[in-house]
Nanobody, 133 residues
Framework: QGQLEESGGGSVQAGGSLRLSCKLS????????MAWFRQSPNQEREGVAS???????AYADSAEGRFTISRDKSNNFFYLQMNDLKPGDTAMYYC???????????????????????????WGRGTQVTVSA
């Protein structure tokens, strides 16, 4: 209930591109914060990019200059365009959303913020991205 749906993952060679899509659930149509996270085996889930309801974006250092997050309000989707992919980008990618805007500025690239708790209420099940050398 309220689960988001990712799509667009796949296997590419280094230097290639992929575009991930996230379909918002009806419970999260009016999301104030949307983000992409990724997780590799035996690694913590890390934030990749986030976007606010008014279009303010933030990127992890590893994604800056290569990835672009965007949203389509009319169709209730948001996206992650990934260019110049590297083997280190291999991971399960998750989209996340939150309807309550509890912080000013950029939406966090962490799941938990001290003093605020868990930031994102809605999550997808993930889509696998594999980049070969």
């Amino acid at each position: 209930q309220g689960q988001l749906e990712e799509s667009g993952g796949g296997s590419v060679q280094a230097g290639g591109s992929l575009r991930l899509s996230c379909k918002l659930s009806r419970y999260s149509y009016n999301s104030a914060c949307m983000a992409w996270f990724r997780q590799s085996p035996n690694q913590e889930r890390e934030g990749v990019a986030s976007i606010t309801d008014d279009g303010l974006t933030a990127y992890a250092d590893s994604a800056e200059g290569r990835f672009t997050i965007s949203r389509d309000k009319s169709n209730n989707f948001f996206y992650l365009q990934m260019n110049d992919l590297k083997p280190g980008d291999t991971a399960m990618y998750y989209c996340a959303a939150e309807t309550e805007r509890r912080m000013i500025g950029n939406c966090p690239l962490t799941r938990v913020v001290p003093g605020f708790g868990h930031i994102y209420s809605y999550w997808g099940r993930g889509t696998q991205v594999t980049v070969s050398a």
